[in-house]
Nanobody, 112 residues
């Protein structure tokens, strides 16, 4: 089964940017939808963004206009570009596809 490893998180000031990466252990070419989720402390995990194999994207209202998602099938990697970060974006971010396992996630902390 394809395993996913997230990276790119860190500490950033409000208004800053980060790019998260999700590297797959195998080909993602045949995976129709790749998703990003996040879980803030004390809250349930929530869906953030998705991208289909054809490049169609969709976003949660809370990040629409600030985040973009992309995928590079040749590199078996999915990206989440996060701009205009807010303290409420602080969370552990995960990538996942239907039927896949959760990875360890990457911590994003937005704070001054």
């Amino acid at each position: 089964q394809v395993q996913l490893v997230e990276s790119g998180g860190g500490l950033v000031q409000p208004g800053g940017s980060l790019r998260l990466s999700c590297a797959a252990s195998g080909s993602i070419f045949s995976i129709n939808v790749m998703n990003w989720y996040r879980q803030a402390p004390g809250k349930q995990r929530e869906w953030v963004a998705a991208i289909t194999s054809g490049g169609r994207t969709n976003f949660a209202d809370s990040v629409k206009g600030r985040f973009t998602i992309s995928r590079d099938n040749a590199k078996n990697t999915v990206y989440l570009q996060m701009n205009g970060l807010k303290p409420e974006d602080t969370a552990v971010y995960y990538c996942k596809f239907m039927g896949g396992s959760w990875g360890q996630g990457t911590q994003v902390t937005v704070s001054s």
